[in-house]
């Protein structure tokens, strides 16, 4: 890994060195940039149409300017959408979905501290029953974090009931903030997806859900639509968790998501260590993207 | 899934304009490739891979091989098939045994690809096949992921080793020796290494898996990868074939419906066999991998070859030849009819096989409506019926229909749509040995008609009928085509990309029996 001349930003370097004109392969070269981070073919094409529009219109014949406007077009998009927490109920109920091994746990351990750094009292419930020694990884990382967790009182005990008993306690012990991690679940399994509708009624007899947040993995590829389409007709997602970004993967497919679903994303994993989770910032991520 | 479905439904339309060509021209083949690149980006193949991929189809499209050909849009589906499954590997590999056990399996990845989970399928598939693995415990990084492999041992019912608490404490390259160790004292057989997921560009956790690796020499490391990785695929398969140099790839997660176009990058790049694949949660959700029905799923051509497969298990040939006589002198009876619809219920279940076909995705709920009892039903009509009345329908009349009716327990009705069913299959039989285009529903023209199957039915009609194709697929082919059910005739059509009109379906369930 030495050379990673892949990465995006390499390949943003080699496109836009220098005050070259813009010629065929420039815009060959960004086509394959903008793929290569995952965008996808269609987003690819949208943006390219758009800043040939652009650079057309403005008569603009400098890759470095071309660049400036790839960068201003990725964060437009991304900023159409608000990426604020809303956390206000008391308590504030937060599911956290996703397929199997995206970092739901981790990233609620994560939030949990980020969330204490702030003095608010947090509880967890540990709601995925399925995954072997999940239980206990929620418990270590709340641990970590200072949170408190309310655990099943049984092997395979059905999630909702633990969801429920989880909001349940936080009512009587005034928690301001309640993280409920769910089992991993592909979405094409019908059968586990009604689970988490379930689950989602349940914690809803009780107080009204402040967010559903669907952990995306970056590294993941066109499959994330998919992922996202099917999360927010089960679970009613409200907003995205990126995480992993501390990788070599870019993550291009969330433009496509947010641009179809109409999500924002809110917030942004990017590594193991228990600090490593920041809200999003448009601006940023663009940068980070375009290089 | 709005995109996969448009990008399937764009892909047979392009077809199905080389189809209606009998020469493929330059710009044919470049619209066609096109559709095939995005096809391939959206199924998250990697962009180098794609290029080489479509360089190469479009320069054998464009050669001899499809200008000679009776059918195009048939050669170009094949070629396209043909190299996917190179890429994937041609045919898979076995997992590699060392000659003096232990043998030592390594998994490594990136985080949530699915490593401890793998671990306890390997696990519980070897000691299905009599080996006493040992499960050891590297992964001392993830909060309790120590725990989750005991409680994965256990559901395997294999041994752990775990020294360690994990959870940041702990060395895990002393851990693997100490396993390996164990294994030898305790005589396991196998040895399977849970390591940390770590990031290809983490520097620091790429050396620690190299050297876990230096210090237990394992026969095999299998690179585990999420089949739902996207671009990315090839960066994390380049950085970890130069970290810990993995001889095998595992693709997880395969039960989604993503494509999976990751294996074909993986392959493309790294050249390692992929050697299995993991499909669900369940500990035994676990298989070697198919690199050819890989292809079909990266595409969405349909499981074309298992289809085949079942095709000319189920077929028997003999019999296929007889009536291919019996058609050419006029003898097809009611027998024969029943006889061919017995052969294509051995082929399995019929849902299944239309279920396969390519460009079947969309008529998913009338299959889920089609009644195989259909089937059943009109057997036991049939099989009321006398010997003189089987060979002969013409002497079925109103008080041996009713006869007939009684003993099969249904109505009359059923029993008089099954004699015009009969008659105009007997029909199309006919017109088939003529050497004429039969109107099989579904089908539309027959691919390559006048030329291919066509002449070859001529020759049977003219009393040659043991003469049939040497290639399997294409005996096969049409031999089905024969069928009075014409269904698998219509699965093989639809290779070439036939898309049948929700109309031609349900003229095809009438025929096998419907109302």
């Not at chain 1, 991304?78 to 937060?94: E, G, N």
């Not at chain 1, 399925?130 to 999630?159: C, H, M, N, Y």
């Not at chain 2, 045919?91 to 390594?106: E, N, S, Y």
């Amino acid at each position: 890994m030495a050379e990673r001349s892949w990465s995006f930003a390499n390949v943003f370097r080699n496109v836009f060195g220098g005050a070259e004109p813009i010629s065929d392969d420039t815009w060959d070269d960004l086509e394959a940039a903008l793929l290569t981070a995952d965008f996808g073919p269609e987003t690819t094409e949208s943006l390219l149409e758009e800043l040939r529009d652009a650079v057309e219109r403005l008569r603009v014949t400098e890759v470095k300017e071309l660049r400036r406007m790839l960068r201003d077009s990725i964060e437009d998009r991304l900023a159409a959408f608000d990426p604020t927490l809303k956390l206000s109920d008391r308590p504030a109920v937060i599911l956290v979905v996703g397929v199997n091994g995206v970092g739901k746990t981790t990233t609620i351990g994560k939030f949990a501290n980020y969330l204490r750094s702030f003095d608010k009292r947090v509880l967890v419930g540990a709601a995925d029953t399925f995954r072997a020694a999940a239980v206990e990884q929620l418990a270590t990382w709340a641990e970590r974090a200072g949170a408190s967790i309310v655990k099943p009182q049984q092997q395979g005990q059905d999630p909702a009931s633990v969801a429920f008993q989880t909001v349940e306690h936080a009512k009587s012990e005034d928690y301001d903030i309640v993280l409920v991690d769910t089992a991993g679940r592909l979405q094409s399994k019908g059968g586990l997806m009604d689970e988490l509708s379930k689950v989602r009624r349940v914690i809803e007899k009780q107080s009204p859900i402040a967010e559903v947040l669907l952990v995306l993995d970056a590294t993941t590829g066109q499959n994330g639509l998919a992922q996202a389409e099917a999360f927010i007709e089960h679970a009613g997602v409200t907003g995205l968790v990126l995480t992993k970004l501390d990788g070599s993967a870019k993550g291009g497919f969330v433009l496509a998501v947010q641009q179809k679903t109409g999500l924002p994303i809110k917030l942004i994993g990017q590594g193991e260590g228990i600090g490593d989770l920041t809200g999003f910032t448009p601006h940023v991520f663009a940068q980070q993207l375009v290089g | 899934m709005a995109t996969f479905g448009n990008l399937s439904q764009r892909l047979t339309d392009t077809f199905k304009n080389l189809r209606s060509k009998g020469k493929l021209s330059a710009a044919d083949v470049d619209g066609t490739v096109r559709e095939i690149r995005r096809a391939l980006l959206e199924a998250d193949v990697s962009l180098d891979v794609v290029k080489a991929f479509t360089a190469k189809v479009r320069e054998r499209a464009l050669g001899d091989e499809v200008n000679r050909a009776l059918n195009p849009a048939q050669q170009v589906v094949q070629i396209v098939n043909e190299e996917l499954i190179e890429i994937l590997g041609g045919d898979q590999r076995r997992l590699q045994f060392a000659k003096q056990p232990p043998t030592v399996i390594m998994l490594a990845g990136l985080q949530g690809a699915g490593k401890t989970t793998l671990a306890g399928k390997l696990a519980l598939w070897l000691r299905e096949q009599g080996h006493t693995p040992l499960l050891v415990a590297c992964d001392l990084q993830r909060p309790n992921a120590v725990t989750q492999l005991g409680v994965v041992a256990e559901q395997a019912g294999a041994a752990i080793f775990a020294p360690e608490p994990g959870n940041g404490v702990g060395d895990p390259v002393k851990v693997a020796k100490r396993g390996i160790a164990e294994a030898k004292a305790k005589q396991h057989d196998f040895v399977i290494v849970d390591t940390a997921g770590r990031l290809g560009v983490d520097a620091e956790m790429m050396k620690q898996a190299a050297d876990i690796r230096k210090a237990i020499d394992p026969d095999e490391v299998l690179f585990v990868i999420d089949s739902l990785i996207g671009q990315d695929a090839v960066a994390t398969a380049k950085a970890f074939q130069e970290g810990v140099d993995f001889t095998g790839v595992v693709l997880t997660k395969l039960d989604g419906d993503q494509r999976g176009g990751a294996a074909l990058s993986i392959r493309g790049v790294t050249g390692k066999p992929i050697l299995f694949a993991s499909t669900g949660e369940g500990l035994g959700d676990f298989e070697p991998f198919h690199p050819d029905r890989m292809a079909s799923r990266i595409l969405d051509l349909g499981d074309i070859l298992t289809l085949i497969e079942q095709a000319q298990q189920a077929f028997d040939e003999e019999e296929a030849r007889k009536v291919a006589e019996k058609i050419a002198s006029d003898r097809f009876t009611l027998d024969d009819f029943l006889k061919q619809m017995q052969q294509l219920r051995g082929a399995g279940s019929i849902k299944k096989m239309m279920g396969m076909l390519p460009g079947m995705g969309k008529m998913k709920e009338q299959l889920e409506n089609f009644d195989e009892r259909e089937i059943i039903r009109t057997e036991a009509i049939i099989q009321s019926m006398t010997k003189l009345e089987r060979e002969n329908p013409k002497v079925l009349n109103g008080s041996r229909r009713l006869r007939i009716a009684k003993g099969s327990g249904t109505t009359v009705t059923e029993v008089n749509s099954l004699v015009q069913r009969f008659e105009q299959a007997a029909k199309m039989m006919k017109t088939v040995a003529k050497g004429g285009v039969p109107q099989i529903p579904g089908m539309g023209p027959m691919p390559g008609a006048g030329g291919g199957y066509a002449g070859k039915k001529k020759q049977q009609a003219k009393g040659k009928g043991a003469k049939r194709s040497g290639n399997p697929a294409k005996r096969a082919a049409e031999a089905a085509g024969k069928s009075a059910t014409g269904g698998s005739g219509s699965g093989f059509g639809l290779g070439s990309a036939a898309q049948p009109s929700e109309a031609d379906l349900a003229k095809f369930q009438q025929m096998l029996g419907g109302r």
